[in-house]
Each structure stands twice: as C-alpha cells, then as structure tokens.
C-alpha cells in the first residue's frame, strides 16, 4: 500500500462547480496535513492545512479531517479557471522528519 | 524578498559533467530539503539539512552529495550527471524538524542531461 494514495485524475469540473480531491495515508501517527497546489512548471505552493479533525476553510478552500478513517480532502468551491493545477496531499510523518507527498490530482476547470 | 530562492533556473549540460545547484532561504527557517520531480510528477524527497547537520539522505546515489555552509543554504552538487538526473530539483525550507513541517519551495531548477 502506497504511504499516500490521492484519487486518479485528471479531474475536470466546469467553472462555477465544486471539485473535491480525496487523501487517505498510511501512518496512523500522522497529526499534520497539508495541501499543496502547483501550476504547470512551477513550484508547489502551500494552501492548506489542517491538524484537528473536522472541516477548516479558508475562501473558497475547505478542508475536511477524519483521522479515524486516515482520511483528508479538499474541496474547492466556486472554482475558477485558475484553480486549474495539480494538488498534492502531505501528511505529516510520526516517527520521521519527513513529509511523504501523495501523486497529485490534476484540476483543470472549463470555462 | 524571495523567500527560497535556487539558482540556476535552467541547467542544460552533457552526460558525465558535474555541475551543482545552490539554495538559499530569508525565512530564518532551521531546515531544509532537496527534492526531485521526474517526469511523472512525483515529488520525491533527497535530502534535509537540519541546522547544517544531515538528517534525511534517502536512497540517492553518491553521485549527489549535498553541502549546507549555514543554516540558511543548502547547495546540491552532482557528479558524472547520468540522462536519468534529468528532472526539476526543488529546494524547500521548514522552519525546524518539529513539525508541523509546513514546507516552502523554491522555484525549481529544471536540470536536462543530453
């Protein structure tokens, strides 16, 4: 099983309309996850994270925590031609220093 | 006011040259990283630096040895560059091992092995 497994894209929604992006991670001890976004060649950007179970938002960003479940998701809202990007899920390790970043679903947002 | 800044941006060279990659963060961060991303996209961690001191070293071959004079740079320097080295290498910065591991990235240095 991968460390991080992010649901296959690409994923192409029209504009105005809801993309949700699904996580699940392996270690149990995880306590930290990020969201990163990244424009075609350029470098991952942080947007999001989220440490406590439940839902954070942030604009049009909302991130929903389920620990239990070692699952994390984005769901980005309204979403615009400039939401079109690869997301990537990191979980932070528990016995590691490292963070271990998942595939990456790929948005593209139709006009 | 770069936050992570790499340089070069672009490195096109030959296989068997050395060539190196230098990094350097404003953000007063304790750690930083090397990372690469192959052409399918996945960001695969290399190395950390923590306080000058190496931390992670992941299955890299010695051909890449990484060089942190201050807490603030972290230059990665490859020898024999081999067509498989061809990628983008990412330099990141934390603020400290700690967590909760919020990670900054430079812009990448997009390196081609002809």
């Known amino acids: 099983q991968k460390e991080v497994e992010q649901n296959s894209g690409p994923l192409s929604v029209p504009e105005g309309a809801i993309a949700s992006l699904n996580c699940t991670y392996s270690?149990?001890?995880?306590?930290?996850f990020f969201w990163y976004r990244q424009y075609s060649g350029k470098s991952p950007e942080l947007i999001m994270s989220?440490?406590?179970?439940g839902d954070k938002e942030d604009g049009r960003f909302t991130a929903q925590l389920n620990k239990a479940s070692q699952y994390v998701s984005l769901l980005i809202r309204d979403s615009q031609p400039s939401d079109s990007a690869t997301y990537l899920c990191?979980?932070?390790?528990?016995?590691?220093?490292?963070?271990?970043f998942g595939a990456g679903t790929t948005v593209t947002v139709r006009a | 006011d770069t936050a992570v800044s790499q340089t070069p941006k672009y490195l096109v060279t030959q296989m068997g040259n050395d060539k190196s990659i230098k990094c350097e963060q404003n953000?007063?961060?304790?750690?930083m990283y090397w990372y690469k991303q192959d052409s399918k996209k996945f960001l695969k961690i290399m190395f950390s630096?923590?306080?000058?001191?190496?931390?992670i070293n992941e299955t890299v071959p010695n051909r890449f040895s990484p060089k942190s004079p201050d807490k603030a740079h972290l230059n990665l320097h490859i020898n024999s560059l081999e067509l498989g080295d061809s990628a983008v290498y990412f330099c990141?910065?934390?603020?400290?091992?700690?967590?909760?591991?919020?990670?900054?990235f430079g812009p990448g240095t997009r390196l081609t092995v002809t």
């Open positions: 990141a910065s934390s603020q400290d091992l700690r967590g909760p591991y919020e990670q900054y």
């Open positions: 270690d149990r001890g995880s306590q930290s």
């Open positions: 989220i440490y406590s179970n």
């Open positions: 990191a979980p932070s390790p528990s016995n590691d220093y490292k963070l271990s």
């Open positions: 953000l007063g961060h304790d750690t």
């Open positions: 630096y923590n306080n000058k001191e190496l931390i």
